[in-house]
């Protein structure tokens, strides 16, 4: 009993915020707990990435970091982005799979890469 009231708090707690989510953001009761919505700010931008190819980098690269991050580089060699890729993946665990690497390569050797 004790257990189901827990499990019914806990599903109340994780699961009606998002149900409800869009649908309203006034307060919400259920089962004797009250939820009200939060106004939050993130800490960046909220900008995408735009023009041909974006998708790769809209999935990839904002998880993290804003578009900032890329849009005040220099331009860059190829080897360069390549290593910067590398990079995010290697020292801050960005799940970036092998296969999108070549479209992120083209995106970034498009909008910041050296000529
Ligand atoms: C898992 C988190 C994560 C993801 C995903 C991620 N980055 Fe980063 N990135 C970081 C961190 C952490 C830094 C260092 C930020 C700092 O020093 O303030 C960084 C810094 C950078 C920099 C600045 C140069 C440097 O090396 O510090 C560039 C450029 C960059 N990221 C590009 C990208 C691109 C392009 C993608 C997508 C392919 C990407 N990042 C995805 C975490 C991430």
């Given amino acids: 009993?004790?257990?189901?009231?827990?499990?019914?708090?806990?599903?109340?707690?994780?699961?009606?915020?998002?149900?409800?989510?869009?649908a309203s953001p006034g307060s919400v009761s259920a089962g004797g707990v009250t939820l009200a919505s939060t106004h939050i700010e993130l800490p960046f931008g909220t900008t995408l990435?735009?023009?041909?190819?974006?998708?790769?980098?809209?999935?990839?690269?904002?998880?993290?970091?804003?578009?900032e991050m890329v849009s005040t580089q220099p331009n860059l060699p190829e080897a360069t982005w390549k290593a910067e890729i590398g990079k995010m993946r290697a020292a801050f665990k960005a799940p970036i799979?092998?296969?999108?690497?070549?479209?992120?390569?083209?995106?970034?050797?498009?909008?910041?890469?050296?000529?």
């Fill in 49 to 67: 990435y735009t023009g041909a190819g974006a998708d790769v980098m809209n999935a990839n690269c904002l998880g993290c970091h804003s578009t």
């Fill in 1 to 22: 009993m004790r257990h189901a009231l827990l499990s019914s708090l806990v599903l109340a707690a994780f699961v009606l915020p998002s149900a409800l989510h869009a």
């Fill in 97 to 115: 799979a092998d296969a999108d690497i070549p479209a992120i390569l083209a995106y970034l050797m498009q909008a910041k890469g050296a000529k």
